[in-house]
C-alpha cells in the first residue's frame, strides 16, 4: 500500500465496520506505520484526512480516539421505500442514494418490499425495520406508507423500530403526519406546493378555464400540497375552486366515479397526483369518450411515463434530492440532538 488515500480509506472502513468500539484507541503512527508498509508522514496524512472527516480526534501526546460520531456511525445504512412497488420516482431516487453512499464509503442495504396492496407493504416495512433494528444500521432513509386509513399510525410504528435501537432517520418525500402538523425527523423532497402552483400558473394561462385534480384516497401529504398549489393558482387568476367541483376522490381506474364526476361538466385539464396516475386515468377517460378523452392530462415526477405520453409535468431533481437526503443522515447520524429539518428543493415544470 503506498499512498495515504489508501491507508485512510483502510483505516475508514474499519472505523465504520466497528472494529474500534468507544473504549479503543486507533494503533500508534508507528504501528499503522510498519502494518501498512509505508512512512510515518504518510500516515499521518491519512489520519488528518480521518480529523476532518469527524472521524477521530488527536490530542498532543495521546493516541487518536474515535469520535462519537464515528461510534453512532458503526454499520451499514438502510433503505425502506415502499413506493418503489408503485410510484415510479422512487428506483431512480434509490439507485442513486445506493450510488452516492457507495462513494462515501457506506454500505446501503437496500430493503426489498414484495407486496402490492397497502397493507402488504405495511407489514413488509415493519419486518423491515425490525430487521434493521437487529443489525444495528446506524441510519434509515424511509418513505412513509399511504393508501392506508391509518398511514400515520403504521409509519409510526416503522419509525419507533428506529428510535428504540438509537437509529437515525431521514423520510424521503413527506412527513409521516399530514400538515400542517410536523413529526420530530428530517424530511427531503420537493416543494409540492410551489410545483402545484406553477403547474396551475401553466394551465390558467394556456386558457384553462375549468381545472380538475385526481386525489386518490389516502395519498401522500404530498398529493394534497399539490391539489392546494394548482388550487391557489386558479384562485389567483379570479377562478372558483371547490373540492365538489374541482376534485375527484377516487382511483385513476374507477370508472363509475369519474364518469359520475364528469356529468358536471368536463374540465379543459385534469391534474393527477402523479403520471403514473394521469397515465390510468387517461385510459379511463379513453373507456368513457364523449370528448372526455380529449382532456388535457397532468402530472408530476417526468421519468418515463410523461415522456411516453407527452405529459406536462414537474420534473423531480432526483441528484439533488439523493445528495440532500444523504448529507442530511451523515449529520443526524453525527449529531443526533439536532432540531428536526424540513429540506424542500425546488422542481422544474415540464411542459410537452
Known amino acids: 500500500m503506498s499512498g495515504h488515500r489508501e491507508v485512510f480509506e483502510a483505516l475508514r472502513r474499519e472505523i465504520l465496520a466497528g472494529k474500534y468500539d468507544a473504549d479503543r484507541k486507533l494503533p500508534s503512527e508507528m504501528i499503522l506505520a510498519r502494518r501498512f508498509g509505508v512512512s510515518r508522514p504518510t500516515i499521518s496524512r491519512a489520519t488528518l484526512d480521518l480529523r476532518r472527516e469527524g472521524l477521530i480526534v488527536t490530542r498532543k501526546g495521546t493516541a487518536s480516539t474515535i469520535t462519537r460520531f464515528a461510534q453512532n456511525a458503526t454499520g451499514a445504512m438502510g433503505l425502506v421505500v415502499p413506493g418503489e412497488k408503485y410510484a415510479e420516482i422512487f428506483k431512480p431516487l434509490n439507485d442513486r442514494l445506493e450510488r452516492l453512499a457507495a462513494l462515501a464509503g457506506w454500505d446501503l442495504i437496500r430493503g426489498e418490499i414484495a407486496g402490492t396492496s397497502p397493507k402488504a407493504l405495511a407489514r413488509e416495512a415493519l419486518h423491515l425495520a425490525g430487521r434493521f433494528a437487529n443489525e444495528r444500521v446506524c441510519g434509515v432513509f424511509f418513505q412513509p406508507l399511504e393508501f392506508l386509513k391509518n398511514s400515520a399510525e403504521a409509519s409510526d410504528d416503522v419509525v419507533r423500530c428506529f428510535d428504540d435501537a438509537g437509529i437515525a432517520v431521514v423520510l424521503l418525500d413527506y412527513d409521516i403526519v399530514p400538515p400542517p402538523a410536523r413529526s420530530r425527523y428530517d424530511v427531503v423532497g ?161 411542459v410537452r
Open 190 to 350: 420537493i416543494d409540492n406546493v410551489a410545483a402545484g402552483l406553477a403547474v396551475g400558473r401553466h394551465l390558467v394561462a394556456s386558457g384553462a378555464r375549468r381545472i380538475a385534480f385526481l386525489h386518490r384516497p389516502n395519498a401522500a401529504p404530498t398529493v394534497t400540497n399539490r391539489m392546494r398549489g394548482v388550487a391557489s393558482a386558479v384562485l389567483e387568476s379570479g377562478g372558483k375552486w371547490t373540492l365538489g367541483e374541482n376534485v375527484l376522490f377516487a382511483e385513476p381506474g374507477d370508472r363509475q366515479s369519474v364518469a359520475k364526476f364528469l356529468k358536471n361538466g368536463l374540465p379543459d385539464a385534469f391534474v393527477a397526483g402523479n403520471d403514473v396516475a394521469a397515465a390510468a386515468l387517461g385510459k379511463t377517460l379513453a373507456k368513457i369518450g364523449h370528448g372526455a378523452e380529449k382532456i388535457r392530462l397532468v402530472g408530476f415526477d417526468d421519468v418515463e411515463v410523461a415522456a411516453k405520453l407527452g405529459l406536462t409535468t414537474v420534473r423531480q431533481p432526483l441528484d439533488a434530492i439523493a445528495e440532500a437526503a444523504m448529507q442530511t443522515l451523515v449529520s443526524r447520524i453525527k449529531s443526533p440532538d439536532l432540531p428536526p429539518r424540513t429540506i424542500l428543493l425546488d422542481a422544474e415544470l415540464v
